[in-house]
């Protein structure tokens, strides 16, 4: 009987229904929602669409419905249907000095114009389960309705600490456009928009071990988060036939500025240098992480030694892609028995050849 | 695109990718046939199957393959296994172009780690699935110093490496994906293919395209290219070999899987190339 190589069309679609199965669980408990997922998963939703590099909160919820939770895998849904939508217009550069802020803190001052705003936050939550959650239909709080704050009462930190020259020059405007990393293939040493791009998209638990290992001492950084501001930007395009900007839609996101000292050459004096990250929605632990590891990467451009895997840029940003490396770690599930062959043939050739030598020897 | 394949592929375009993007990889076939054995980074796309599963091999196949085309898709040398399948029906799904197991039949042939062994004529192209496509990677990890190193036919350290294995091992200790120099100039992988494929690449009559999805490179064979597995004159060059026939079909020269039948050591052998060992068996019409 002879069964290895046949049956796997068949095994494909009873593996697929089963899935189907799984999926759904017990029929007796309640179908998820779509519209259920994206407003009670919604840091699920955010954290798929940032790494998916896909705003759209509704394809994210039913992306992860589909994935059955699995995050990595509800990112490459929406990678693999992202790849095939047309690009109508590029964005003008979304300002975040213009926010409709949800929160904003800084780390640096005290106080600042605009104050601190904690919003809604895990922070100082004692993390203790809250047991009357598994009961249904407890309603939330009341909460006071939010006060709007005019976006020019809240400028930016690494705003005010360039009035004083303290930090370093934003990058003025550019004329050539920005590279996209999904449209052309990655070079080394990577340039800034490339490494943002990448970073952008990179695995969040990536890049939190890669900025935590900046901190332990794997390339020297002493960062302070100048400050981390959330809540909803528009997005501006300036249609060809019309020759200035309208607003097509507001997106959420989290803006982190990280700064960092730099002792200054003879081109430049001493002064801060900042590493930056942003995020959709509330993904503020991938924004503080991709701010840390900006800045590492730029060890080059500061002339500061490179040591560290952390700033290594492409180390890292071969690396960060989950969709990438999810597909190559598992591909190791599909069959190798031709290579495996080939192994066995010579392991046995070896150890024909080193039984030979052993005898030869005694 | 015909009415039939727009139905198939429910809404996508033919082939799944979009006309640009298969323009650009035409580009970059052309210039991986132009300069045979060189990588050329390419724009890989995301496709709906993971990387490392075929994405570049899939994205050649989806750019060079039209209505009229009939294709074979193998894994390990056989039509049924998994990810074949799941391939073939890909592409019959997104451009209803004619699909077959049948090596001598197939236009285009998408292959994970075997070349057939029925021999492959003119017009017919090799399409491979590459995971890894640098041949100097175990040994250099950055692609900055690497293709620097092929700019420069700095291949020293791959001469350097075999020798030690025959220092060491007495033997080269490479047993698949075995390094090739191409018309003696760039030093190539061939692809996860075992050794015993090797020779079936030289001078070959088909055209073979080489696809890398997730790490964006692209390289080629066209047809008749010398194509030589490095090895030493007193370390020549070997294939893998068994003592037994294929036990399905009597085939002593094709590339034999070994399959454990029980816990006692009972071995069973059969061609690793299913069509070919159906043939053999129940040879068709012409």
Not at chain 1, 291 to 297: G, K, M, P, S
Not at chain 1, 302 to 308: H, M, P, S, V
Not at chain 2, 158 to 164: G, N, P, S
Not at chain 2, 217 to 225: D, E, F, K, V, W
Request: glycine content about 6%; hydrophobic content about 40%.
């Amino acid at each position: 009987m002879y069964v290895a190589v046949k049956g796997g069309e068949a095994a494909i679609d009873a593996a697929h229904r089963l899935l189907a199965e799984r999926r759904r669980g017990d029929p007796a408990v309640p179908e998820l929602s779509v519209p259920q997922i994206r407003e009670q998963l919604a840091l699920a939703v955010d954290r798929v669409m940032t790494e998916g590099a896909l705003y759209d909160v509704d394809l994210a919820a039913l992306a992860i419905k589909q994935a059955r939770g699995d995050l990595v895998e509800a990112i490459f849904l929406l990678r693999a249907y992202r790849t095939t939508l047309p690009r109508l217009a590029t964005s003008e550069p979304v300002d975040t000095a213009t926010m409709r802020i949800a929160r904003r803190i800084s780390a640096t001052f005290k106080d600042l114009p605009g104050g601190q705003i904690l919003g809604a936050t895990f922070d100082y939550t004692h993390r203790l389960l809250d047991f009357a959650l598994a009961a249904e239909n407890a309603s939330p709080p009341a909460v006071a309705p939010v006060r709007t704050i005019p976006a020019e009462a809240m400028p930016r930190v690494t705003d005010l600490l360039d009035t004083e020259g303290l930090i370093e020059a934003p990058e003025t405007a550019r004329t050539a456009a920005p590279v996209d990393i999904t449209r052309s293939p990655p070079t080394y040493p990577a340039p800034r928009d490339q490494r943002l791009q990448a970073l952008a998209r990179g695995d969040e638990g990536f890049l939190l071990a890669m900025a935590y290992s900046t901190q332990r001492g794997y390339g020297h950084s002493h960062p302070f988060a100048a400050e981390i501001r959330q809540g909803q930007v528009s997005i501006e395009i300036v249609p060809p036939e019309l020759g200035f900007a309208i607003t097509i839609g507001e997106i959420a996101v989290t803006e982190c500025h990280m700064v960092n000292q730099f002792k200054g050459n003879e081109a430049a004096p001493p002064q801060f240098t900042s590493g930056y990250g942003i995020a959709f929605g509330g993904a503020e632990r991938k924004a503080m992480a991709m701010a840390l590891a900006d800045r590492a990467l730029r060890a080059r451009e500061f002339g500061e030694e490179i040591t560290a895997p952390g700033q290594d840029d492409e180390f890292v940003l071969s690396h960060s892609d989950n969709v990438e490396a999810s597909g190559f770690v598992q591909h190791l599930k599909l069959p190798h028995y031709v290579d495996f062959q080939s192994e066995l043939d010579l392991l046995r050739r070896l150890r024909e050849g080193w039984n030979t030598r052993r005898e030869a020897a005694e | 695109m015909t009415a039939t394949a727009e139905r198939l592929s429910g809404g996508y375009n033919f082939a799944y990718l979009d006309e640009q993007t298969k323009r650009m990889i035409r580009r970059a076939l052309l210039k991986a046939v132009a300069v045979p054995g060189y990588q050329v980074p390419f724009a890989g796309r995301e496709m709906p199957l993971p990387y490392g599963w075929g994405t570049g091999g899939i994205q050649v196949t989806a750019s060079i393959i039209g209505p009229d085309d009939r294709l074979k898709v193998i894994d390990q040398g056989s039509d049924n296994t998994t990810n074949a399948v799941s391939i073939r029906r890909f592409f019959a799904k997104t451009t209803g172009v004619a699909v077959t197991t049948r090596t001598a039949d197939a236009t285009v042939i998408q292959s994970r780690h075997r070349i057939p062994e029925t021999s492959l004529r003119a017009g017919q192209i090799m399409v491979f699935q590459v995971p890894i496509p640098e041949p100097l990677r175990w040994l250099e990890p950055r692609e900055t110093v690497t293709r620097r190193m092929h700019a420069e036919a700095d291949y020293g350290l791959m001469y350097v490496k075999l020798y030690e294995d025959i220092a060491r091992m007495g033997r080269i200790t490479t047993a698949y994906d075995y390094p090739v120099m191409i018309h003696g100039r760039y030093l190539m992988r061939p692809s996860p293919i075992p050794r015993f494929d090797n020779p079936k690449l030289d001078r070959s009559p088909a055209l073979m395209l080489f696809g890398a999805g997730r790490e964006k490179r692209i390289y080629a064979l066209p047809p008749h290219t010398p194509v030589k597995s490095l090895d030493f004159d007193d370390h020549p060059f070997t294939v893998e070999r068994w003592s037994q026939r294929c036990q399905r079909c009597g085939s002593a020269d094709s590339f034999l899987d070994e399959i454990v039948m029980d816990d006692r050591g009972t071995r069973r052998f059969v061609c690793s190339d299913t069509d070919y060992c159906d043939g053999r068996l129940a040879p068709q019409a012409p």
